[in-house]
């Protein structure tokens, strides 16, 4: 288990990938295809450790787009955080790894 240095996260990036990635679909040569396969990764592992190293979790499901309408093409990344009064959701989106929407639902809310 390498500690990692703690860099600077250019502003307007995402600082959950940059913690746990390194880099995030908004550094060069990187696009939001590529860090959404990060995640799964990062996710998959995490999964199979059954072990969280670090106060921040993500999670990857597959669903039907919306726009094109092709089955589970649209990737749900969550983050969570875990803080003092639990577990907070720190952020997400949709991808359509087909046609390339990202279809916004901010206002997203729980059962
Ligand atoms: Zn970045
Ligand atoms: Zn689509």
């Given at each position: 288990m390498g500690d990692l240095p703690r860099r600077k996260v250019p502003l307007g990036h995402s600082i959950p990938a940059h913690r746990v990635?390194?880099?995030?679909?908004?550094?060069?040569?990187?696009?939001l295809a590529e860090e959404v396969a990060a995640w799964q990764l990062d996710a998959q592992e995490r999964h199979e450790a059954?072990?969280?190293?670090?106060?921040l979790s993500s999670s990857v499901g597959w669903q039907s787009c919306?726009?094109?309408?092709?089955?589970?093409?649209l990737s749900v990344v969550e983050f969570t955080v875990r803080t003092a009064t639990g577990l907070k959701r720190a952020g997400g989106w949709k991808f359509c790894v087909h046609c390339e929407a990202i279809p916004q639902e901010a206002a997203h809310a729980g059962p």
């Open positions: 990635l390194g880099w995030c679909s908004h550094c060069p040569n990187r696009s059954d072990d969280v190293p670090g106060p919306p726009e094109c309408g092709e089955a589970e093409s």
